[in-house]
């Protein structure tokens, strides 16, 4: 069954942006293989990800985030069953505005979980980032 999931962290200090490229490359490779598509947002002080696939890619796909010592104060924002693709492709974004930045931090701040707010909220975040 098709599930739509997000999830958002804080990049550890481990992290380096100088290597985005290369951990851009390796996750385009895995959620190919694995069919899993959606968008990852970038802001320097967070990461968004909204994640679409079958529901044991993305029990994978979690448990892989979890253990990323690149992440912390990692959050999953909330899943769902979905009947189509809002995002056909994987795709990466970098936004540096300070409303997304803002509405990330008051979403991870709120902890939906598991009712449908986190849904049309990441979305919205994702629609604005889209149009910068």
């Known amino acids: 069954m ?3 999931m997000a999830w958002s962290c804080v990049p550890s200090p481990s ?3 100088a290597r985005l490229g290369e951990v851009i490359a390796l ?3 895995s959620n190919h293989r694995n069919h899993v598509s959606g968008r990852l947002l970038f802001t320097g002080a967070h990461i968004l990800e909204i994640v679409e696939g079958e529901a044991r890619d993305l029990d994978e ?3 892989r985030v979890n253990s990323d010592t690149r992440h912390e104060d990692v959050i999953r924002l909330g899943d769902e069953p979905c009947g189509e693709r809002w995002y056909p492709e994987w795709m990466i974004g970098y936004a540096d505005d300070t409303q997304v930045c803002d509405d990330m931090e008051a979403l991870r701040s709120a902890h939906p979980g598991h009712d449908s707010a986190w849904a049309n909220t990441t ?3 994702m629609r604005r980032a889209d149009s910068m």
């Open 2 to 4: 098709l599930q739509r």
């Open 15 to 17: 992290f380096s942006a």
């Open 27 to 29: 996750a385009r490779i």
């Open 61 to 63: 796909l979690w448990s």
């Open 123 to 125: 979305r919205s975040i």
